[in-house]
């Protein structure tokens, strides 16, 4: 304890004490000494001494919760126990904070705020901020602690920072209203239809005359009834809206009871942006045909090839190469890729035979990374021929010349396979199939053919060639083959250009003479000449020669089929509904899986492995080719196609953007999976135009923070710009409230959490029980100021008093008494 | 006019007692005493009253009355601690900011001076004071007296914490409803801050610039499992007021008091720093990061950093995570290779605080919490006594895209229980694992950290802000209340200790950042004339003229 003063100048006065001394009278002493103690007091006084002490004193602070949810009873009644809870505590160390709308003169002289506010927080911070300084608080709410925000985190440290605890009496609250409570939806993508749950909470009572009705801000409606609940009292309806090419939408939603509106909510929904996709390809068409195909979700960007410049594949989650090949992708290109795909970048490898073969990147680093064998060991592989077969049947050939051309066409047809083609031409004085160009299926049905032939009429050799000429120019073997079967007695005719004219179009002319004809071999070997084919001579049965028309070529062990495959989902086994035409075959690299396969066979078509952080597939067929030709017509193959780059690119960057609205602040949260990018934030008003930057830093790895400073009741838009990416999120009006009837049990345990932290008790009104706190020790004044008034009057008083007693009064005049 | 000590009853019946009084002893006169004098004296006498003829005499005892009881009513109004005031007149509220940037130079010694030289000339009727600590509080009120000012000023100092004075500004016209108020305020400089309607803010003391500065804006933390190590990654990032681009050599890392070698911090874009792979252990590790001093004899020395709070930042690392797994026999090759790799699950069945069942049979390890198999619905479901854990698992979900499709993820259910358990269709994600999809790998370890309960040591912790929530975080944080730090501090939840750093490029920037430190316009404080002063004088006047007259023999 300690005296202070604040004015000591005032000391100076006490120079009055020997004035009032010396003009004294008489011999009386106690007077002058009254006036001199009189203004030594009011000296006193004039200093203002204060007096210093430590207090443990604390101080109360009582909030009464007054706000809608609490009904007009119950608040009354708390209205009481406050009042109770005052009368045990002074005057000067309590405060009362009502909620809501009250008259302040429900609490007996103490002071009260009255806060039109419904925020628990906000009293709470108001009532924080009622105890003095240095000094302990108790603060008492009573409250059915339905919060309408959630910002308790700042209230429990200012609380702990104070050394303030808060008791909370429970009320009991009025009854709930049907509310809306959250509008969640899954991610869309301008153009794409969002689906919006609305969930409503709402007792079973009540739900049968609820709807809800969603209106756009174009006016488009849509009406539906709340359905069956799908948690205690929680109706769950899913609104499919309608597509649009804008990224932010608003929809209201308001909830109808019985044609009036119970609840409104503002719903404001922020599109993804596309996922951005390279396509490296020969055809430029490629990268418009793939964007029709993947829709509104993919950003497509078609690079023909080649490539020569340096490019930033960092810029995309997935690339696409389809016909790929070492001339068209250099190797630097190849290693800037491969380290996009190690980073999470993902690839989708496709094309023809070319792109799996040594003409594709098989002795490239690329190839390393696919999840199929590119391989440059060659193997044989005997392509398919069409053979059409000459025979002269004309007279010239009876005996043993036709036997001998029957049995060398037997030999011919059995050295064809089954992928092989082969016809009959006979001629003998006119011309016909005999067997017409066919598959080699049934050997059986061709030799019996042949066996048929007849040694009769003329012989016109030239009008058989240009038969079997037009026979096979429809064909698509590699090989290409007329097997002239003859005696050489034909017509003198201009053979050799016709001959040389059939082997320019790939298509070669042998011929075989048959019988014992010497002079006809010279002849025969010119027509072999001109048709850039072999001469043989089959004398007699004994002389049968080897016939080859097939030079097995040494292609890539991946083979490229052609026919009508079908093809399988490896994990739901279902089959496609269309077969895929041709494919190529590439062996399965180990620890690849097959998400496509060819049916009755072990051929993969799809195949994915991980590749460092990102994803690559190889799809062992044009996309857009010959291949997949009858898939365009099917509805599922750009969902499929969606499927597996979506897939691919779901690596690349998973990124979060998390909005969050706090009073006037905007908290911006960005988590991406890199550091080292620099994200962009930008935000704006819905009614505005032009972005407006805000300052966005790095906090942790991958994670970073920004805040926007704009009104509580905007609808903001925030976007989140990387080089790969931008991120949208909106912000409806007072996002960071609730309803005052919407008993968010969550927010009541957060304020649970407050008060078990700050020290405090959560009791209802009967078995209130007061935390015990120790107050901290501030400093308390006393001023003396007015006991030194009180004591001069006092003085003064005696003073008049001593000086009219009558006892006392002196006669001027010395004198006897009579 | 008004009455501090007394109500106003008891003011009027106070003086008319007192009048009553004085008049009492007006009349208390002696009896007559017949005395015999000398003639001589009584024409003496006679002679020096011979004044009392005069008009005023005859009324000396009246006025001797009067100037008693005006004395003595002045001396009660004084007592009773009249004041006059002005209802219109608005009250003057002053705020002493004492955030972290008054710690600059002599910014908080100023600023007391300043405030000690205005407060005591205000009246104290209207005035009011404030201190704007991490909590801004009342430390002196209307009325109160400016003893505890000169008392309680002296153990203020700059603390730690951020300016919270554009919150406490939204509050005055709560706080003081609807009486106009005009606010001084005495602190670090501002930025655009707008006083609400009907509140008018004079910046009385706005603190000086320091010439430079440089700090440490941002620190934080990220763990990560690679094969059979849990490391963590920190990034940090610096600001100078000068645009300097510091290097490596410029920092001092230490982990727990040890130094890192400067060789392994990268210099990333912008002043970003990084240290990746640093092991964690059993128990937390204290990473500090400071700027190293400038050489004092260097050339840039008169760039010295005069603003040190923001020269250092601390981060705890977290120890490491370790959960013990219980493992039924029977479960998918996927899970138990999972379990193998995973760097933060050990299999040990005494110890196990979750045990991983593909059947819930009596050969399933009844230690802790169970994750396991059910594969007759397409979902996984969260079994939990806290119904207010839906929402957090929702926002899970939706994080991570796991609604979508595309990703093939079952759904998610949250249904209540007595005890935490969670069941997944463990067939299914296993075909997913075989498509190489992370995602099922993810979501088992993200439901065996939720079964278990581990507090999350935060990415970061800075000075005025909420500690973050990741998605992955808050599975397991579910509805807590994040820590918020109001000052550089430690702080203790459960067994975890994290530290709070400054981390405000606004005040890093802003204490070096030139500023107008000119004198506002001196506002009238609202120094009314001292009535009471002016009334003890006067009765003390009065009493000397009184004591005067007395003894003369004026007045009896």
Known sequence: MSISFLHPAYLALLTLLPVIWYFRRGKDRVLPVLRCLLVLCITLALMEPVIQSHSNAIHHVVIVDRSPSVSETNAREAVEQANQFLSHVEADDADVIVLGNSDASEFNNVPTAVIPTTSLTQAVMTALASVPYGKSGVITLFSDGYATDDHWEPVLAALEARNVTLNWIE???????????????????????????????????????????????????????????????????????????????????????????????????????????????????????????????????????????????????????????????????????????????????????QAFSTNGLARSPLADLLPVNIDNTETKREPGISLAIIIDSSGSMQGQPIELAKQVARLAVRKLKPQDQVGIVEFYGTRQWAVPMQPVQDTETLERAIGRLQAQGGSELFPAIEEAYFGLKSSHNKYRHILLITDAAVEEQNYQKLLQYIASDQINISTVLVGDNATGEERMADLANWGRGRFYAVYNEFSMVELNFRRADKIPASAYKEGDFTVRDAASAAPFPSPVRDYTTAPLKPTAITEWTIDNSQDPLLASWQAGVGKVTALMTEPFGKGTESWAGMPEYGQKLGGIIGSLAALANRATLTTQRSFGQINVQFSAQADNIQPELQWKRSDETSWHDAPIRLRAPGLFTGKINVARDATVEVKVSTTLRTYYSALSPLSDLRPEFQFETQYAQRLQQVVTGSGGTRSLAETRQDASITGNAFIKTFALMPFALAMALVLYLSEIIYRRWPSRRNSRFPGNVV | MSFVNFPFWLVV??????????????????????????????????????????????????????????????????????????????????????????????????????????????????????????????????????????????????????????????????????????????????????????????????????????????????????????VSRVTFTLLSSVEQQ???????????????????????????????????????????????????????????????????????????????????????????????????????????????????????????????????????????????????????????????????????????????????????????????????????????????????????????????????????????????????????????????????????????????????????????????????????????????????????
């Not at chain 2, 999809?437 to 005025?464: E, F, H, K, R």
């Open chain 1, 171 to 353: 009320t009991d609250s009025a009854p709930a209203q049907p509310t809306i409570q959250t509008t969640p939806y899954p991610a869309f993508y301008p153009g794409q239809s969002p689906t919006l749950t609305i969930n409503v909470l709402a007792e079973s009572r009540d739900a049968s005359t609820l709807s809800l009705r969603l209106t756009s801000q174009t006016g488009e409606t849509i009406e539906a009834s709340l359905g069956e609940a799908t948690e205690d009292n929680l109706y769950s309806p899913v609104f499919e809206l309608p597509a649009s090419e804008e990224v932010f939408s608003t929809w209201q939603a308001d909830l109808i009871d019985n044609n009036q509106i119970v609840d409104i909510r503002t719903i404001v929904l922020a599109a993804q942006s596309p996922i951005p996709v390279l396509m490296g390809t020969s055809n430029e068409s490629d990268g418009e045909h793939l964007q029709s195909l993947l829709g509104k979700a993919f950003n497509v960007s078609a690079a023909p090839f080649p490539w020569t410049e340096p490019m930033d594949f960092s810029q995309y989650e997935a690339v696409v190469l389809n016909d790929a090949s070492e001339s068209a992708l250099p190797v630097q290109l190849q290693n800037a890729l491969i380290d996009a795909i190690n980073s999470g970048t993902g690839l989708l490898y496709t094309g023809s035979e």
């Open chain 2, 13 to 230: 019946t106070g003086a008319f007692s007192l009048i009553a009084l004085l008049y009492a002893l007006q009349h208390l006169k002696a009896q007559p005493v017949v005395l015999r004098v000398a003639s001589v004296q009584l024409w003496q006498e006679a002679l020096q009253h011979a004044s009392a003829n005069k008009f005023w005499q005859r009324f000396r005892h009246w006025l001797g009355f009067l100037l008693a009881v005006l004395i003595a009513l002045l001396l009660w109004l004084a007592i009773s601690g009249i004041r006059f005031t002005d209802s219109t007149k608005p009250l003057h509220v002053f705020y002493l900011d004492t955030s972290v940037a008054m710690q600059a130079g002599d910014n908080m010694t100023d600023a007391k001076a300043e405030l000690v030289a205005r407060l005591p000339s205000s009246s104290s009727a209207n005035r009011e004071l404030w201190i704007g600590d991490a909590v801004p509080a009342k430390i002196l009120s209307a009325d109160s007296s400016n003893a505890v000012l000169t008392a309680s000023l002296s153990t203020i100092q700059a603390s730690s914490h951020l300016p919270a004075f554009s919150e406490w500004l939204e509050r005055v016209p709560t706080l003081y409803a609807g009486q106009p108020v005009v606010v001084h305020y005495f602190g670090s400089a501002l930025g655009n801050i707008t006083a609400p309607d009907g509140i008018a803010l004079q910046n009385d003391f706005i603190s000086a610039a320091i010439s430079a500065n440089a700090g440490i804006t941002a620190i934080g933390q990220q763990r990560f499992m690679t094969d059979n190590e849990q």
């Open chain 2, 246 to 556: 510091f290097q490596p050599d410029d920092i001092t890392v230490l982990l727990n008091d040890s130094p890192v070698d400067a060789a392994r911090i990268i210099a990333l874009q912008d002043n970003q720093f990084a240290i990746s792979g640093i092991p964690l252990t059993d128990q937390p590790q204290r990473l500090t990061v400071s700027l190293n001093e400038a050489d004092s004899f260097s050339v840039d020395s008169f760039l010295a950093d005069s603003f040190l709070p923001d020269n250092s930042a601390t981060l705890m690392l977290p120890a490491k995570s370790q959960i013990f797994v219980a493992l039924q026999d029977g479960l998918p090759d996927w899970v138990t290779r999972f379990v193998d790799a995973n760097p933060q699950l050990t299999v040990d069945p005494e110890r196990a605080s979750v045990s991983i069942c593909i059947n819930r049979d009596d050969t399933c390890p009844a230690s802790g919490a169970t994750l396991y198999a059910d594969d007759s619905s397409n979902a996984v479901t969260f079994y939990t006594p806290i119904s207010e854990e839906q929402s957090s698992l929702q926002k899970i979900w939706q994080a991570y895209d796991w609604s979508d499709p595309a990703y093939n993820m079952p759904s998610m259910q949250v249904l209540n229980a007595e005890t935490k358990s969670v069941s997944m269709p463990l067939s299914y994600l296993g075909q997913l694992v075989e498509k190489q999809q992370a995602d099922p790998l993810l979501l088992l370890s993200m439901a065996i950290n939720w079964l278990t309960d581990l507090p999350v040591a935060p990415a970061y912790l800075a000075v005025g802000e909420a500690a973050p929530v990741l998605p992955g975080d808050a599975l397991t944080q579910s509805n807590a209340i994040n820590p918020f730090p109001l000052t550089i501090s430690q702080f203790k939840e459960g067994d975890a200790v994290a530290m709070a750093s400054l981390q405000s490029p606004v005040i890093s920037r802003q204490v070096a950042s030139a500023r107008d430190t000119s004198g506002s316009v001196e506002a009238d404080t609202g120094s009314d004339v001292p009535w009471l002063t002016i009334i003890i004088l006067t009765a003390l006047g009065l009493l000397i003229v009184e004591w005067l007259m007395i003894q003369r023999g004026r007045w009896a």
